[in-house]
């Protein structure tokens, strides 16, 4: 089924303990779009300035990624983003963010995307994921990221959110602060009863935790990699191979649900393997099986 | 067959968000001996001050717990801990530490004691659990805890010590800090490197990863609990759980490690529902049992 996917394209500068890429592409909808592609076609809908260097047509080469919702507007400004990662890359500083064209006045979604059934919507202010939403006439599978800062200062916003998603793929912290409780299962149910049907609790090298409504759970933690450069994109990897997973299968039962975890945890394992898009766009599709398998012989008892 | 622990006896005052238990039973060697003995008889082998109000006999009521390698030395006072676990409790401060008879001449191990199969060195001086170690005639499968200090200032002895144990059960920053190494994986290898056959790096409540010499490796979340009053006692009670599971079987071949961290994972999620010993006492073996299938059925797909 289709998979619509909003969110930042961006120009990033990235520092990690293992180097420094600059310059480099990035944004949640790029990271998103690179992941579900392995799995599913991909209608990628965001905005970028007229300076932006990378030719998409390109960048997605070989993969079936729509682009007609990609605006390039004359005159406007890249999104820009640069952080830091230290030491176990656990914790990152953001050293400059120039919101740029996101400022702006939004895309305007393109008729043939009206139709789409499965939706991610990329961490931005939820007011704008709301209405980005309601341009969808009638999606069977609706997933948001959220952060802290929209936690902090939107809630009234993010509620209205909550009541009209199906799924809230979310950062442990996030969770704990979202819920005000911090036992995280705790935490993942006090989100349930704000509306989703399905909360993804992400915690980096910790694995994650899939919750829903029916009391459903499945626990999971991360593969094991030895091979980390550059967290950046992660989260995003992850939900890019679920919601590209969930769209292929055109289903979202719980056990479809827990094949999707997997499939986001093996690609974020990935895509944390190099600079910018360079740990995704290595991998062939049989990586990704051979290493959902091994993370099976990893976990079975 | 045979299991044998020496580490420390304590009195407890615990602060956490939930409550606080003042005077209470705790010490390594204590939480391990309860996890234990849902599997195996133990051996305790400590020593308390005569100052000490808790009646072994009846704390043990009904276990096969084995005291005779238990000192009570006159006029000497009881090893005392004082600490205060903040917000979500993965953070502690500790207020009070009394080492008192822990500092003077150890016990002396009973010759009852000297044919035991399975041994556990709990967290103590580098030099002393080698000296324990020591006294037992042949050991099987010979396992230790350690912690920063140790890391810190007893590097020589804790290397002489990791070349004679079969196994190092160790929290996931101090693997980090003994290998000098960031990534959990590779940190763990350089551990093996040091001497181990086995290393199984516990990281609370993101779970644990078991990884041996020959390649195997086997990572495994914490059970999701909902109730955590006090989480005193979880790395002891895990390595208890670990243990007797493998005395019973008497074996410690990959499969049998793999099955023991899962007991380890289940019986902590016990001792943490409440102070002191309370969350151990209160469970029966089949509710062990019933958690373990809980959580294969949480992680399996």
Chains 1, 2 share one sequence.
């Not at 006439?137 to 009209?164: E, V």
């Not at 967290?231 to 939900?239: I, K, Q, R, V």
């Not at 969930?246 to 690609?267: P, Q």
């Amino acid at each position: 089924m289709s998979l619509l996917v909003t969110g930042s394209i961006a120009i990033d500068n990235v520092k990690t303990p293992y180097g420094v890429s600059e310059n480099c592409l990035g944004g949640s909808a790029v990271y998103f779009s690179m992941a579900a592609s392995f799995f599913s076609p991909v209608r990628l809908f965001g905005i970028i300035g007229s300076d932006c260097p990378f030719d998409f047509g390109e960048v997605f080469a070989g993969r079936d990624v729509e682009l007609t919702g990609l605006e390039i507007r004359e005159g406007s400004k890249t999104f820009r983003w640069a952080g830091t990662y230290h030491g176990d890359m656990n914790e990152r500083t953001t050293d400059k963010l120039e919101l740029n064209v996101l400022e702006e006045e939004p895309p305007s979604m393109p008729d043939a995307y009206k139709d789409s059934k499965f939706i991610f919507l990329a961490n931005t202010l939820p007011a704008l994921q709301l209405q980005l939403l309601e341009q969808v006439d009638k999606p069977t599978f609706a997933a948001a990221d959220t952060m802290d800062c929209w936690i902090d200062g939107h809630i009234d916003d993010l509620q209205r959110l909550l009541k009209r998603i199906d799924c809230l793929i979310i950062n442990d912290d996030e969770a704990r602060m979202l819920a005000g409780e911090n036992n995280l299962i705790c935490a993942a149910q006090k989100v349930l009863n704000m509306g989703p049907r399905v909360v993804v609790v992400k915690k980096g090298e910790s694995g994650s935790i899939l919750c829903e409504t029916g009391g459903g759970r499945f626990v999971l933690p991360a593969y094991p990699v030895t091979e980390v450069k550059d967290p950046t994109g992660a989260g995003d990897s992850f939900a890019g191979a679920m919601m590209g997973y969930l769209a292929k299968v055109g289903s979202c039962d719980f056990e479809s649900l827990k094949t999707a975890v997997v499939y986001g945890t093996v690609v974020a394992s990935f895509a944390i393997a190099d600079f910018s898009l360079r740990g995704l766009t290595a991998i062939e599709k049989g990586e990704i099986e051979n290493r959902f398998e091994a993370l099976r012989k990893l976990t079975s008892f």
